[in-house]
DNA sequence: CTGAAAGCGCTAACAG
DNA sequence: CTGTTAGCGCTTTCAG
């Protein structure tokens, strides 16, 4: 009987305690569908990612699947391979399972296309924001993330700082840039020699450290678009006889906890807080489910971790 | 009607095109929870891993919700967490919306516990198997990862091999090494040194590789239980003066693309072939939810990826 | 406060 | 071949 396991309608606390215990009993299990089917909706969301869960979108999938849970809702898994035919395919067999509605997320912080679903369904975008900006899009604050790193390289006192990050058609790689410069123009200071944009791996960090290095022999701070590129950039330095942190401190990005722990000496890295990210675009889509619609993109603000590569006292 | 949406029942052609047509102008889409109501199955399976996604389950998931995806079936995403309460949570949650399976996976190669569901609900276990032998798992062949590294080696003349690997109480770092020994043990050899059991990361592989320079400098070849330990083995060979490959040849284990190729030299490795573990677990599913149940432990065969570390002819 | 009845959207079986 | 009906398991409403 619905009304003593879900304690609505009027009944007795003798006869609900009677079927309770009856329930238990036979191990009565209520069948979530068919309840689905009367309420028309399905306590369900639809977590569409594009990029087969590589390490961005895990973290922020995580932290959505934790704050549905805690609202009672399961999360479908889907992986549309950045392929608009997966991705529509989804949708429609989500939306056939009404799905009360979607996140969607992605590795590149861009801007992407958005979901055409039924009206009504809500959607929330997870790091890569919808190109409507009336849609409620929310991602990291990549500015702040370069203000973070330029303010804790002049707080440590270094003045000759560079940036080494990646291709300069990513919208992170630009704003992070342009982080670290309003807080250095905010202190009076300006970078040594314009961004290095190349790419996300070791290699380039490699690389580009020798770039650096060559022209720029007095170079004391290196900011890096990812821990990846740090750890090429680390190794760079130490081949042509700098030591981290003494003579060169490096900044990452990204806080890839095993990358940037095992190098040597550990990473200080801007975390950009993705399993945050994931939690809010969580939470506003239990609000647009509830009625409450948000709009707009929210900038998630990152924070930094300090390790042994900006701070000698630390480990070597 | 579900007579024309289904092809089932009988029906003339004509009505049958007329309802389509009617049906795609209103934009009608059936509603699968009703029908999921009727037919006392939902097309639908849990996946619940207990390491909230790390680098072994992400291939896994994937290629299970690839194989599941074909047979339009939807998967729902669970983190466990380890934690047998919250375990215990999702598959209460999950059957209460009568899920038609479930696949457990982990980080661990260690036998588990079997999931306690409701009987009849058919449960495949990827990387980690089921203590109940009855029960169906789908695991990586460990020996043959050690059997290969070893049959590598010996092909390119080694014959002074040491195996550096994660702790003595992994039954996937016990497996290996006894692969490894079986390998040699053919080719009428034997390690040089005992199984260093030690750690996965990147710091045991530094540790372990002076260790073993220390006790035998001649060694020429070492197999690594871990793409990060092989990381670190192979810094620990340059800063003693070894070159790799050519004095030392190595390979990892995992073949976590961006760690083996970030490396200098990109690494050979091992690899254990996660996403087929999972895409097998699916099928097994499958096979299952239709009534074929499978029964006992299946081994996935890892393959050889070769690069610098054990081909002087590749990149540097 | 209780039990019966109607309906959520679907499918199968049934007369017409 | 067609349209109607009963029923999947639940919740809500409405007489008793």
Redesign the pocket.
């Known amino acids: 009987?619905?009304?003593a396991?879900?304690g609505?309608?009027?009944?007795?606390a003798?006869?609900?305690q009677r079927i309770l215990a009856a329930a238990a009993e036979t191990g009565f299990?209520?069948?979530e569908l068919?309840?689905s089917?009367?309420?028309?909706r399905s306590y369900t969301v639809g977590m569409i990612t594009t990029d087969s869960f590589e390490r961005f979108s895990v973290p922020v999938m995580l932290g959505a699947e934790d704050a549905l849970g805690a609202g009672r809702i399961s999360v479908f898994l889907c992986d549309s391979r950045d392929d608009p035919i997966r991705e529509k395919h989804y949708i429609d067999v989500l939306q056939g399972r009404r799905v009360d509605g979607f996140i969607v997320t992605g590795r590149s912080s861009n801007v992407r296309q958005p979901l055409t679903v039924e009206p009504g369904t809500p959607v929330v975008y997870a790091l890569t924001p919808s190109a409507d900006p009336t849609d409620c899009s929310i991602v990291v604050d990549d500015a702040a993330a370069g203000r973070i790193a330029g303010e804790h390289f002049l707080r440590m006192g270094r003045s000759r700082i560079a940036h080494v990050t990646g291709p300069e058609h990513f919208d992170a790689a630009r704003e992070r840039a342009s982080g670290l410069q309003d807080a250095l123009a905010a202190a009076g200071t300006s970078l040594i020699a314009p961004t290095f944009y190349g790419g996300w791996g070791e290699e380039w960090g490699r690389q580009a450290g020798q770039m650096l290095l060559r022209a720029h022999p007095d170079v004391d701070a290196i900011y890096c678009g990812s821990d990846l590129v740090a750890r090429g950039v680390g190794d760079s330095m130490r081949e042509l006889g700098r030591h981290v942190p003494r003579d060169v401190a490096l900044i990452g990005t990204d806080n890839w906890e095993i990358v940037a722990t095992g190098a040597r000496p550990p990473l200080t890295t801007v975390d950009t807080g993705l399993s945050e990210v994931g939690r809010i675009a969580a939470e506003r889509l239990l609000d647009a489910i509830a009625g409450r619609q948000h709009a707009g993109i929210e900038r998630v603000a990152p924070h930094l971790v300090i390790r042994g590569s900006t701070d000698s006292t630390g480990a070597a």
Chains 1, 2 share one sequence.
Do not use: D, W, Y
């Open positions: 009987m619905s009304k396991l879900n609505t309608g009027q009944i007795s003798g006869t609900r299990k209520p069948n068919a309840r089917v009367f309420e028309r």
